[in-house]
């Protein structure tokens, strides 16, 4: 090796800290599993989160989906969730049964087939579809959701 040129190597800048080791996150917790069917009632697909099902490139063929909780142990809410039930017990849902209430709230977070938006979204309720907003605020269909509210209540 010809030590009179220096490789780029050697000229390579000093990094401060370079012998800290970047901490990986987990992975998340699965919780629930989002089943999405078509009108047709074919599979569109199985889902672990909101997000993957927002994110589903079918995502405007969904008719319908179904959400289990599916995470170990029993279902305790996140604080996410607990704000959502709270916000639809506040707009008047029962209180008590709050993983059957956030189920339906998830589930109303999903996607709603606007051919029959109006009558799933009173079929849902006011306070499941003010839970929805409130653990989804920038869902896909929030601001349908945000205009049937108004003409609900």
Not at 27 to 56: H, M
Not at 95 to 120: F, M, N, W, Y
Request: net charge negative; aromatic share 6%.
């Amino acid at each position: 090796m010809n030590m009179s040129n220096p490789s780029a190597l050697d000229m390579a800048p000093v990094v401060a800290n370079d012998d800290k080791v970047a901490v990986e996150r987990p992975e998340p917790l699965i919780r629930y599993q989002f089943t999405c069917t078509a009108a047709d009632g074919s599979l569109i697909g199985k889902f672990s989160s909101l997000e993957e099902v927002w994110a589903s490139t079918r995502y405007m063929h969904i008719t319908d989906c179904q959400v289990e909780y599916v995470g170990s142990g029993p279902h305790v809410l996140t604080p996410e969730e607990t704000a959502a039930v709270n916000a639809a017990v506040a707009a008047g849902a029962a209180p008590g049964q709050a993983s059957e209430l956030c189920l339906r709230i998830v589930r109303a977070c999903t996607r709603t087939d606007h051919r029959t938006l109006t009558a799933s979204l009173a079929a849902y309720g006011v306070p499941v579809v003010k839970g929805a907003l409130t653990l989804a605020p920038l869902a896909p269909q929030a601001a349908l959701f945000t205009r049937w509210l108004k003409t609900a209540t």
